[in-house]
T-cell receptor
């Protein structure tokens, strides 16, 4: 079955790095994603990684994938107050079809 | 120049009523989706339409009926509303069935 889990809450200080973790159960997942949801808004795709990759970096964002442990993480360098939001990881088997979302991690960045 | 828009933004109604939520995208995309986000922020796909044809239906009660009059619109009609239908409903669209999905701002439905 499909199950995607995340820790519910993370609090960091401005300027620190944030690491948001995600575990999934479906070993046939081929794409893994990170979405950001700001208060009162829809979801915004931040980045995604194919299952045959270990790491992807995009400016302040670094995604690490441990396929053996089915563990995905998102590192945000130099976290800013504007990064405060809920972050969802998601997986799918084929492209962006039928995304299965995690439970979401609420990131709070304090000045 | 809103890409994916939904109306209304908020909807408060009584149990047993019938209501509709509208979604429009001006991106020229072929595929549209409806997601439900519950009070614990758990987000799950409900439906997906490609070129006005249903391609995903995720075990949603038949009180929920999506309607796609054209490629740019996917409306969600809900009959006999129940308390458990209270949630935020998100519409999304993508160029193809496996393309990046762009989300609307959501409609918060409260059933009293």
């Amino acid at each position: 079955g499909e199950d995607v889990e995340q820790s519910l809450f993370l609090s960091v200080r401005e300027g620190d790095s944030s690491v948001i973790n995600c575990t999934y159960t479906d070993s046939s997942s081929t794409y893994l994603y990170w979405y950001k949801q700001e208060p009162g808004a829809g979801l915004q795709l931040l980045t995604y990684i194919f299952s045959n990759m270990d790491m992807k970096q995009d400016q302040r964002l670094t995604v690490l994938l441990n396929k053996k442990d089915k563990h995905l993480s998102l590192r945000i360098a130099d976290t800013q107050t504007g990064d405060s939001a809920i972050y969802f990881c998601a997986e799918s088997k084929a492209g962006f079809q039928k995304l299965v979302f995690g439970t979401g991690t609420r990131l709070l960045v304090s000045p | 120049d809103t890409a994916v828009s939904q109306t209304p933004k908020y909807l408060v109604t009584q149990m047993g009523n019938d209501k509709s939520i509208k979604c429009e995208q001006n991106l020229g995309h072929d595929t549209m989706y409806w997601y439900k986000q519950d009070s614990k922020k758990f987000l799950k796909i409900m439906f997906s339409y490609n070129n006005k044809e249903l391609i995903i239906n995720e075990t949603v009660p038949n009180r929920f009926s999506p309607k796609s009059p054209d490629k740019a619109h996917l409306n969600l009609h809900i009959n006999s509303l129940e308390l458990g239908d209270s949630a935020v409903y998100f519409c999304a669209s993508s160029q193809e069935t496996d393309g990046e999905q762009f989300f609307g701002p959501g409609t918060r439905l409260t059933v009293l």
